[in-house]
């Protein structure tokens, strides 16, 4: 049973160009969660999505970001015209979406440097 | 200015001894909370979980009390070995929503 999948693994931008981040949740899961981690820090809440649907989108930034996940294919989180403070660790989280107290399962993360 | 990373908290433990990391989280509301481990390059590892009616859980090795009073989590590692070194968050969740992490923890296992 595949765990959760990002790819890829590492991306490399210059100022100014478009980032694509992408996450295959579980099998099974419905939910779709994203978070970012800059170094020697906790990860931070940016947005949660279920199949066609925003959540809760509270953590995103409100320029240049933006993150879908559709009926068929996986969730996308997309970042245009990169800054340097956008190098990170990305990792996507997913969960079953059954009940009100359901674990998060990651994925290894996109290391994203922006030159 | 230009503000400066901050460096995790870190606890140093011998191969065999008991470790315990603690964590203070925000929000009296959580009703779920998770510890997770991260090694080096990889994403956060579920180790054990807990329900806000619930004060003690345990896992294999390990063991997390839960106090409402003080909004204080705490992971007890029983035996720990080499292979347990690695950053520790704690995070806690409301109704099944986004996890909201804390800072973290870096346990060395010397041997």
């Known amino acids: 049973n595949a765990g959760v999948m990002q790819n890829p693994r590492h991306l490399v931008r210059r100022r100014g160009q478009e980032a694509r981040l992408r996450c295959s949740p579980m099998?099974?899961?419905?939910?779709v969660y994203w978070y970012r981690q800059l170094p020697e820090e906790g990860l931070k809440f940016m947005v949660y999505l279920q199949k066609e649907n925003i959540i809760d989108e509270s953590g995103m930034p409100k320029e240049r970001f933006s993150a879908e996940f559709p009926k068929e294919g996986p969730s996308i989180l997309r970042i245009q015209q990169v800054v340097r403070g956008d190098s990170a660790a990305y990792f996507c989280a997913s969960s079953p979406g059954q009940g009100t107290l359901k674990e998060q399962f990651f994925g290894p993360g996109t290391r994203l440097t922006v030159l | 200015g230009e503000s400066v990373g901050l460096h995790l908290p870190t606890l140093s433990v011998q191969e065999g001894d008991n470790s315990i990391i603690n964590c203070a989280y925000s929000n009296s509301a959580s009703d779920y909370f998770i510890w997770y481990k991260q090694e080096s390059g990889k994403g956060p590892q579920f180790i054990i979980d807990i329900r806000s009616n619930m004060d003690k859980r345990q896992g294999q090795r390990v063991t997390v009390l839960l106090n409402k009073t003080v909004k204080h989590l705490s992971l007890q590692i029983a035996a720990t070995q080499p292979g347990d070194s690695a950053v520790y968050f704690c995070?806690?969740?409301?109704?099944?929503?986004?996890?909201?992490f804390g800072q973290g923890t870096e346990l060395s296992v010397k041997p």
């Open positions: 099998k099974g899961h419905s939910h």
């Open positions: 995070a806690e969740n409301i109704r099944g929503g986004k996890l909201i």
